[in-house]
Every structure is written in structure tokens, then in C-alpha cells.
């Protein structure tokens, strides 16, 4: 490992930084629904597969970038909405365990009519390869795509908290996160609000669309499954109940990843799963509310 | 009467598989074969049922312990003369012995139960989503392991060679005896005081019982039943890492939510219900003749339906077809509080 880890070079550094921001813009997605609605959607992933199915489908045809970009949006915004109207609507106020279980069904069904829709070969999303080209700064190759991942990244963020600070929409969600029935009591209108993240996190996961298929651009039902399992785990990681703990447990793991993904030798790096989930593991013993959350927060109910 | 309804809780799963097997007897020997999977699922649905019906806590780490009973028992009962073959790196321990179909269950339903052990200790602190997640993660690291260690197993070759030993009369036994044991562990203390503290979990510790302890002995229980159906499994057909994973994880979830977590009788009911509308599809996939029409669906529509269907149940009725009740002949009866699962 010691050997190992003296193979990071900036390219690396670069690659994992481009892949935390794009893991904790996932992060965000996953954390804005799960604020106000109290619901993990593991089908999120699936949303960025159709999104990424429909940048494929634009290329194959030869549509210019900007209108599979719209195409791409359109179709992830609408499959949240219906998501949220067919799936999660129903099950408000069921306990997290039927919720976590639901979505898990919903994941696995969008990525088998995936699968019955365009069978399991894959298609080409070609449009924005060029991205993928190496530019060299001071004798560094850095692939364009990591610095334009992290600067979309950090430009979605800082757009994020202006939303969240500055605008009356923003206000009532960090308040239904906090308590919803009392943010209900004191006049936030839980039907808006509730839209209005899934919205954004409709809007984050077509931006993470765009990205990863640049990145790999064959794009398969299984499409960022594997990706969204590791956000998964690093929002658990940071910790569920804050949006910024969530955002970095995101970026954290999704650092971790492209570091260790991009210093092991191969012979490891086949294990590396087993090693980014053996890490949250052990975190979520010692930390069990999460690895950025602030001591005291009791989860044990009392009577 | 209360007797009698205890007897019937036990009898009537036991019922429902023996039916099962009977129609495993008389339907051609393809059929049969759809039969004997459905029995098998019956036993790794059970021991879902075991942990995650009586705990009310979500694990998606079972598969795990399916799969390292596939692995034992696979790897020690394949004849010594092929495993250089399919396991070419194999530890010499393992690879110059060989045991019999009946230890190698055994042993699956030992290792199954001793990883349970090694894993539970430390993750049954946990609870709710951090639980989800980190059985996730067990999964994920098995996966892992066991597909790239070839010292081992197979790795990523298939568990081809191994004796195919699972018949119907093997498959219903099993299932039989992972309903036994399930019924047994309900009926004990143990079981007892770990639906307390699904029920709820304050008072179940305000009178002194321990949360931690309780959750540990069923997952280390159901960790044996899912080994021991691991076992039953290699036995049926050549696995490899792929059949015990993402795709087994979420269908025998949805057999056990689509019958009921929190009883027995869900359990059998949903695995048994969906392993047969699996079938159908399955077979139908490959076209099949209905009512004078010919039926040839798509390759894929099986996990459509079953996803939709688990998706449906969930929205709708989210107790599942029994209601997460065990099996009773009165029909009229007060509510029973036993839905925290799924309230």
C-alpha cells in the first residue's frame, strides 16, 4: 500500500477531484429529496441512466450537442415528476424501511425496461468526446473533462446555496428539513415544496448525466448503478440529516475512488469496492450518524 | 383454540410446500425443474424472513451468506480430480478434499452462520438506513472477494462439476426444515423479545431487553438458513458470482415483501406466489402455447412484471398479501398490532 499510494500523480488528482464533484452533485440529489421527504431514492441512478440513454439516442442520430443536452433534460425531469407523483406520493408516511425497499423495486424495474427497451449491448453517446482529450498545463495532461466536472460541480453548488439561502423556496425547504410538520403548521405549502426539490434534484442528476457519459460513453441499463450505490453509501457516510455533511460524504468517496482507482496497481485495484466499502464501514461504526456531523445528536427516541 | 393456531402457523407453510412438491411430482421433468428452484427460494426466504421480519430492520447483505454456503459447499463437494480444472489456484486444504452432499449443507449452513457472526458483531449496532447501507456494502465486498480470489473458488468461471444433488425430495426437505427452524426461533424467548423491539424499540429496552443481542441471534440464525440454501442452490445448478447477487437480492426481497415481511406465512406464500409467476414468465420468454394462442414475450419481461408488481404491492398495500398476519382459520379477527414493519 505504502508503494502504492507514491503512484499519485496531479493527472490522478485531477480525475478524482472531476469524479467527487460529480458524486457530490449526485450527493445533493439524493439529499434535497431525502431533506423533505425523509425517503432514499435508490432509483436516482436510473434517472441518470434515461437521461444518459437520451444523449445517446440524440447522438446516434447526429442532433447537435445542445439538443441532446435538452433532450436529456426533458426526459430526466419528466421521470422525476413521475416518479415523484406515482411513487413517492403514495408512500408518505410509510417507515424508511418500506421506502428504501420501494425504490429499490422502481430501480430495478426502470433498469429492466431499460434493458427490454434497448437491449443489453449498449448504445454510443459520442456527442462530447471531446472532452474526454487531454489539455497540458505546465507538462501535465489533464483530461478536460476533470476540470470542467469540477467546475460545473462547484459553480452548481455555489448556485445551490444561493437557492437555499437567498429565495423564499429555499427557506421553506431547509425548513421542511428540519421539521416538516411544523414548517407545515407555520404556512410552508408541503405540495411546493416537496416539487420544488424534486425538481432540483431532477435538474443535478441530468447535469451528472451530461458528465458521466463523457466519461463512458457506452451507455448500458446498468448505467451509473455502480454510482449511485458508492453515493449511497457516501451520503450514509457523511451524514443523511445535513445537506452539506451529505455533499461531502459525496465528494469524499467519490475522491477516494478516483484516487485509489488511479494509484493501486491492478492486481488491488480489482478490490477496490471492497476496499471504499469496507472504509464506510468502519466509519459508520465509530460514526454511526455520519462522518461530518457535529456530536449530541441523539438517535435514540425518547419516551 | 390458541394451540391449534399455533400448530397451524407451523403446519399450514409446511402444507403449502408439501403442495408444491406434489405439483413438482406430477408436471414434466423441465417443469419439475422450476419447482425445485421455487423450494429453494422458499428457503432463502425464509431466512430473510427470520432476520428482517422479526427485526424490522432492512438487509440487503443476506445474499452474502447465500453466497459463501454456494462457495463452501461448491468447492468441497466437486470431485478432486476436477478441480484443477475449474479452480486452478485453489488453497491446497480445499482442493484435495472432497465431502459429501449432506456435510457440504452442513458446512454451508456453518459458514454461513460463522460469516453472519464476523459481520453482525459489528454492524447490528446499527439501524434503519446505516444498516441498509452497510449490509449494502457486505454484499458488495463479497462480491468483490469472491470474484477475483481465486484461492478459493472458481472465481469467475462457474461451479460446473459440482453434483447435482438438489432433486425435488432435497429441495422440500430443505425448505421444510428452514420453515422448522424459522417457526422454532418465533415461538422461543428469543423471537419473542426481538418483535418486542421491532414493535418498539424504547420499551422493548425500557424492560431490559437488549437490542443489539436479540438482532445478532437472528441474523446469525438466518445467516445459517441463507447459507445452507446457498448450499442447496450449487447443488441445483452451476452458479457463479453473477446468480448470487444484485438480481437474487432484490427478487427474494420482493418475495418477502410481496407476501408479508413480518410473518412465517408471508414468507412461504410470497416466495412460492412470485417463484411461480417467475416461471411462467420465464418460460413464456421462450414461448410458450396458452389457451390455443401462441405467447412469446421478450427476453427481460420476467424482472419488469416482478418489479412492478413488488413496486404495486408496496404502494398499495404495503403489508404484503397476508397482511404480515400468520396463518389463522378465523377470518374475522381484531387487528394485530404486528405491522411496524409497514405501517
Known amino acids: 500500500m505504502t508503494v502504492a499510494l507514491l503512484n499519485i500523480d496531479w493527472q490522478t488528482l485531477a480525475d478524482a477531484t472531476g469524479l467527487g464533484g460529480i458524486y457530490a452533485l449526485m450527493a445533493v440529489g439524493i439529499g434535497l429529496v431525502f431533506g423533505v421527504l425523509r425517503l432514499v431514492n435508490f432509483a436516482y441512478g436510473q434517472l441518470i441512466m434515461a437521461g444518459a440513454y437520451a444523449l445517446a439516442f440524440a447522438s446516434e442520430r447526429g442532433w447537435p450537442v445542445s439538443i441532446g443536452i435538452v433532450l436529456c433534460f426533458a426526459v430526466v425531469l419528466t421521470l422525476s415528476l413521475l416518479m415523484d407523483r406515482l411513487v413517492f406520493r403514495p408512500l408518505r408516511g410509510q417507515t424508511p424501511a418500506v421506502m428504501l425497499v420501494t425504490t429499490f423495486a422502481v430501480a430495478f424495474l426502470l433498469q429492466s425496461i431499460a434493458l427490454l427497451w434497448f437491449g443489453p449491448l449498449g448504445k454510443i453517446a459520442s456527442s462530447l468526446a471531446t472532452l474526454n482529450q487531454p489539455v497540458t498545463i505546465s507538462g501535465v495532461d489533464i483530461r478536460k473533462i476533470a476540470i470542467v466536472a469540477t467546475a460545473v460541480a462547484a459553480f452548481c453548488l455555489l448556485v445551490l446555496v444561493l437557492l437555499l439561502e437567498r429565495t423564499r423556496v429555499g427557506l421553506h425547504m431547509r425548513a421542511a428539513a428540519m421539521d416538516f410538520s411544523t414548517a407545515e403548521l407555520l404556512g410552508v405549502r408541503a405540495g411546493r415544496v416537496i416539487s420544488a426539490a424534486v425538481l432540483v434534484s431532477g435538474v443535478l442528476a441530468a447535469i451528472v448525466a451530461v458528465m458521466l457519459t463523457v466519461q463512458n460513453p457506452l451507455v448500458t441499463p446498468d448505467f451509473a448503478l455502480r454510482d449511485t450505490i458508492l453515493v449511497l453509501a457516501g451520503v450514509v457516510l457523511g451524514g443523511m440529516n445535513r445537506l452539506v455533511s451529505a455533499t461531502l460524504g459525496g465528494f469524499a468517496i467519490g475522491f477516494a475512488s478516483g484516487l485509489l482507482g488511479g494509484a493501486l496497481p491492478t492486481n488491488q485495484s480489482q478490490y477496490l469496492p471492497s476496499f471504499l466499502f469496507a472504509a464506510v464501514i468502519l466509519v459508520l461504526l465509530v460514526r454511526p450518524g455520519g462522518l461530518f456531523t457535529r456530536e449530541g445528536h441523539q438517535a435514540v427516541e425518547r419516551v | 383454540m390458541r394451540r391449534l393456531d399455533a400448530s397451524l402457523q407451523l403446519l399450514a407453510p409446511l402444507a403449502l410446500v408439501a403442495l408444491a412438491s406434489l405439483v413438482g411430482t406430477l408436471v414434466s421433468t423441465s417443469t419439475e425443474t422450476y419447482v425445485i428452484n421455487a423450494l429453494v427460494n422458499v428457503a432463502i426466504v425464509v431466512a430473510l424472513y427470520v432476520f428482517i421480519g422479526n427485526s424490522g430492520v432492512v438487509s440487503f447483505g443476506h445474499i452474502s451468506f447465500v453466497a459463501v454456503g454456494a462457495w463452501a459447499a461448491g468447492v468441497l463437494s466437486m470431485p478432486v480430480q476436477e478441480k484443477p480444472a475449474i479452480m486452478p489456484h485453489l488453497f491446497g486444504l480445499l482442493g484435495d478434499h472432497t465431502i459429501g452432499n449432506v456435510w457440504s449443507l452442513a458446512l454451508a449452513a456453518a459458514v454461513g452462520a460463522a460469516y453472519a457472526l464476523v459481520v453482525g458483531l459489528p454492524l447490528m449496532r446499527l439501524s434503519g438506513l446505516a444498516a441498509g447501507i452497510a449490509t449494502f456494502g457486505v454484499l458488495e465486498i463479497t462480491h468483490n472477494v469472491l470474484r477475483y480470489w481465486e484461492r478459493i473458488g472458481p472465481g469467475l468461471n462457474t461451479f460446473s462439476a ?28 428469543f423471537g419473542r423479545l426481538l418483535s418486542a423491539t421491532r414493535e418498539d424499540s424504547a420499551a422493548a429496552r425500557a424492560v431490559g431487553v437488549s437490542v443489539y443481542r436479540q438482532r445478532l441471534v437472528a441474523f446469525v440464525l438466518s445467516g445459517a438458513i441463507a447459507g445452507f440454501a446457498g448450499g442447496l442452490l450449487v447443488h441445483m ?107
Open chain 2, 162 to 189: 459440482v453434483p447435482e444433488t438438489t432433486g425435488l425430495r432435497e429441495a422440500a426437505l430443505g425448505a421444510g426444515l428452514a420453515v422448522v427452524v424459522a417457526f422454532a426461533y418465533r415461538r422461543l424467548r
Open chain 2, 237 to 343: 445448478l452451476p452458479v457463479n458470482t453473477e446468480s448470487v447477487y444484485l438480481d437474487l437480492t432484490f427478487i427474494t426481497l420482493a418475495m418477502l415483501v410481496i407476501g408479508g415481511a413480518t410473518s412465517l406465512w408471508g414468507a412461504v406464500v410470497g416466495a412460492l406466489a412470485v417463484s411461480g409467476v417467475d416461471s411462467f414468465l420465464a418460460e413464456a420468454e421462450n414461448g410458450i402455447h396458452l389457451f390455443g394462442r401462441s405467447v412469446d414475450l421478450p427476453a427481460g419481461t420476467r424482472i419488469v412484471v416482478v418489479g412492478a408488481l413488488m413496486a404495486l404491492v408496496l404502494i398499495l398495500r404495503p403489508t404484503g398479501l397476508t397482511g404480515g398476519r400468520e396463518f389463522s382459520v378465523r377470518l374475522a379477527r381484531p387487528r394485530r398490532l404486528l405491522t411496524k414493519f409497514a405501517r
